[in-house]
């Protein structure tokens, strides 16, 4: 395996200030439109994030993967806050297709986005036809799309591994988010979810280069990212995963939840002040 040049890096604490199924029902400050996504990035980012993990919503409020609004979200980025990283995601919320999710990459041509393995490559027979899967990879690899892999479970991160080694992904540096508590009773994360996860990694990444991160959804969002920065990893937080400060108080917006983890981490001397 040829070294490649490795994507740029996650930023310590990634913004994700809406996800696929939340709305303003859950909480007021919930951003739907690509204005109110950017005035959460800016303010997300004063509060200490360098990077926002990007959906768009149709007028209907539906998790839509179009490209034009991602088009139009990343024109008012550059312009609003030009030193954020801009992921978009790919996810299908039991919507979309593989085809539909790569036919988004192509027509954007995003410098990053997200994609879960269970949705891009689904089954667990690395011997399937997976011509597709691989020609998109490859395709993310030599535009320098930055391809971040998510993961939602220690089988996922198996699953991961087994891809790389059929070169189905190919290179050898990757960007992972490992997902605690999406399917956990009440959709309720601790920080022990992490180890399993941890362990496949220490067991199977040989020589790979590994810039890892975790979402943790719940009350404890803010211990469970701590916990993954103690640990090595990086943080995805935000009102897509937790509305919840350390506290147990409801935060007040996204900004609030971003400037909770950083208290937590500069408590322990995890981030610079």
């Known amino acids: 395996?040829?070294?490649?040049?490795?994507?740029?890096?996650l930023p310590l604490i990634m913004l994700a200030p809406n996800g696929a199924r939340?709305?303003?029902?859950?909480?007021?400050?919930?951003?739907?439109?690509?204005?109110?996504?950017?005035?959460?990035?800016?303010?997300?980012?004063?509060a200490g994030a360098g990077g926002i993990h990007a959906h768009v919503r149709d007028e209907d409020e539906a998790h839509v993967l179009d490209a034009g609004l991602y088009r139009e979200l990343l024109s008012e980025m550059r312009a609003a806050v030009p030193q954020m990283q801009v992921q978009i995601t790919t996810e299908a919320v039991g919507r979309y297709s593989p085809e539909e999710q790569r036919a988004l990459v192509d027509a954007v041509m995003p410098e990053a986005v997200s994609v879960a393995v269970r949705e891009m490559v689904p089954g667990q027979d690395t011997s399937q036809d997976t011509s597709e899967a691989r020609a998109f990879y490859q395709g993310c690899l030599d535009r320098g799309i930055a391809v971040q892999h998510i993961l939602y479970s220690a089988e996922d991160l198996e699953r991961f591994f087994d891809l790389v080694g059929a070169g189905v992904v190919p290179g050898d540096a990757h960007q992972l988010l490992f997902v605690l508590g999406r399917y956990a009773a009440d959709q309720q994360s601790a920080?022990?979810?992490?180890?399993?996860?941890?362990?496949?990694?220490?067991?199977?990444?040989?020589?790979?280069?590994?810039?890892?991160?975790?979402?943790?959804?719940?009350?404890?969002?803010?211990?469970?990212l701590a916990e993954a920065v103690r640990r090595g990893g990086k943080a995805r937080i935000g009102f897509e995963n937790g509305l919840w400060n350390s506290d147990g108080g409801?935060?007040?917006?996204?900004?609030?939840?971003?400037?909770?983890?950083?208290?937590?981490?500069?408590?322990?001397?995890?981030?610079?002040?």
Do not use: Y
């Open 22 to 46: 939340r709305t303003k029902a859950d909480h007021p400050a919930l951003p739907m439109t690509i204005r109110e996504t950017v005035d959460a990035a800016r303010a997300c980012f004063a």
């Open 191 to 224: 920080p022990e979810d992490l180890e399993p996860f941890l362990q496949t990694m220490a067991d199977r990444r040989g020589d790979l280069r590994l810039d890892w991160a975790v979402c943790a959804f719940g009350r404890r969002e803010t211990e469970c």
């Open 1 to 9: 395996m040829s070294k490649q040049v490795a994507p740029p890096p």
């Open 250 to 273: 409801v935060a007040k917006d996204n900004a609030d939840r971003v400037r909770d983890l950083v208290s937590a981490l500069r408590q322990e001397n995890l981030m610079p002040a």
